[in-house]
């Protein structure tokens, strides 16, 4: 099948799941709705960017609806959104996800432990790769893209309130994405090229990390570094 768009009632959804959020009301309500208008576009869409980023092995993986809630307080079973996303190298990619607010794309460096953190703010103090970098975001910024991600609130130890680089500086993780809202794009193949075009945009700064190793080592190559 060729990816068409999300129905009004996809986004719809995930209002009434963040309304009412339980076993029964999936059985009930929801599960069908999901499976015709949220899993099965979405499932569509996935091959259709896996057939045009067939360059990353694996193809875009499409994520299942229920909550993992051993670690969580809430223990409410559904996910309030439809996510899917196609892992460049470990701990870097491209991400996407519907939910009541439309659709979200954006590429992503989530790194799992400290070492990398320690590897990307020596990368970003280099002048060369942090100018590069500096570059690449405020582009993606003047195209409509949010630069986001987890951060530090203040700043890292040792950096000095005037660095040129410091809001780049104090991330532990970076999302760069965009969205797109309910309405009558969302509900047309235009969503898919929506998608498409993002991940393309954003494939600087997947290089940028890929370059310099920002990506997990083998277990014993990480050394012993923490970030502050």
Do not use: C
């Amino acid at each position: 099948m060729t990816f068409s768009g999300f129905p009004p009632s996809a986004p719809r959804l995930y209002e009434d799941l963040a309304a009412e959020n339980s076993k029964e009301s999936w059985r009930g309500r929801h599960r069908a709705v999901y499976e015709r208008d949220v899993r099965a576009p979405m499932e569509e869409l996935a091959g259709e960017l896996s057939a045009h980023f067939a360059e990353y092995a694996g193809g875009v993986q499409v994520l299942g609806p229920v909550r993992d809630t051993r670690m969580s307080h809430d223990k409410s079973p559904y996910k309030t959104y439809q996510g899917a996303y196609l892992d460049v190298l470990p701990a870097l990619g491209f991400w996407m996800h519907l939910d009541r607010d439309g659709l979200y794309a954006s590429g992503r460096w989530y790194p799992y432990g400290g070492a990398e953190v320690v590897r990307y703010r020596a990368a970003v103090e280099e002048e060369d790769g942090g100018a590069e970098l500096a570059a690449i975001t405020a582009r993606l910024t003047a195209l409509g893209f949010a630069i986001g991600g987890d951060r530090l609130a203040t700043r890292p130890r040792g950096v000095p309130a005037g660095h040129p680089r410091l809001e780049l500086l104090r991330h532990r993780k970076i999302d760069a994405g965009r969205r797109l809202g309910p309405g009558s794009v969302l509900g047309s193949a235009a969503a898919g090229a929506f998608v498409r075009e993002t991940w393309e945009l954003v494939r600087p700064l997947l290089d940028w990390a890929a370059v310099r190793g920002l990506t997990p080592r083998p277990r014993g190559d990480r050394g012993a570094e923490t970030p502050s």
